[in-house]
């Protein structure tokens, strides 16, 4: 499938004083926070000029996520996720190729469309499809830019003219 594009990389923490390891790390502003109750998680988005990292951090009702975290240590690595321009069209064709989903589709952050592939059909990886939207591609341009400023780095900069962000 030649239609999948990175979205992000998300790691589970047990509270939001972890985010500032990330930010700290990374050199970047946390940007925004989403409730998800059908997922049963908190979520704080981090977006860099080169990747987007999802903290997902478990509401009392997700005992599986608060299971998951017991058994790791935190923050740790969680899921893959890629965007898609259809998900419904994505999902069936890794169905057609053998794929099973842990759930159905189901409404994620931004309000996408996303689904999750079983971790035992992808080498232990969880991986996450998610339908891409305008909405949130122009929130990470937005965020993009804001930590360019955060970094000092400007729109005269040459090496943003040069391509290097």
């Known amino acids: 499938m030649n239609s999948l594009r990175f979205d992000h990389i998300a790691y589970a923490i047990e509270s939001r004083e972890q985010v500032k390891l990330f930010t700290k790390r990374f050199n970047i502003i946390d940007s925004e926070?989403?409730?998800?109750?059908?997922?049963?998680?908190?979520?704080?988005?981090?977006?860099?000029n080169a990747f987007t990292i999802e903290l997902i951090q478990p509401l009392a009702a997700n005992q599986s996520l608060i299971r998951f975290i017991k058994k790791h240590r935190t923050p740790c690595f969680h899921h893959l996720a890629y965007s898609v321009p259809h998900l419904v069209r994505a999902r069936n064709l890794f169905q057609a190729n053998g794929f099973e989903f842990t759930h159905t589709i189901e409404r994620g952050s931004h309000n996408r469309l996303i689904s999750f592939i079983k971790p035992s059909y992808t080498n232990g990886?969880?991986?996450?499809?998610?339908?891409?939207?305008?909405?949130?591609?122009?929130?990470?341009?937005?965020?993009?830019?804001?930590?360019l400023i955060h970094n000092g780095v400007n729109e005269s900069d040459e090496s943003i003219s040069r391509g290097i962000y």
């Open 125 to 147: 990886i969880l991986i996450e499809l998610c339908e891409a939207n305008n909405v949130n591609q122009m929130k990470t341009c937005d965020m993009i830019e804001k930590n």
């Open 33 to 48: 926070e989403e409730r998800i109750e059908n997922q049963g998680v908190d979520v704080i988005f981090l977006y860099s």
